[in-house]
């Protein structure tokens, strides 16, 4: 059951990664097609979002797999 839920709870971080990537895409236009340098902040702020959360599941995927082993 609670590896269920984990499975869950990592899904969502993961659909949440996959949201985060897509919505990048106007500002990775507007900033190295259009040199717009508020794109690039945001652009630096999300990616270093998407770094904190890939950390947050990989720990996760991590402990997981060795409460299984």
């Known amino acids: 059951?609670?590896?269920c839920v984990l499975k869950n709870n990592e899904m969502k971080k993961f659909e949440e990664l996959k949201t985060l990537v897509s919505s990048l895409e106007e500002d990775m236009d507007k900033f190295y097609n259009k040199q717009n340098g508020a794109a690039g902040t945001r652009l630096r702020k999300a990616m270093q979002d998407?770094?904190?959360?890939?950390?947050?599941?990989?720990?996760?995927?991590?402990e997981t797999k060795n409460k299984e082993a």
Do not use: D, P
């Open 1 to 3: 059951m609670q590896i």
């Open 50 to 62: 998407m770094k904190n959360l890939a950390q947050e599941i990989r720990t996760e995927v991590q």
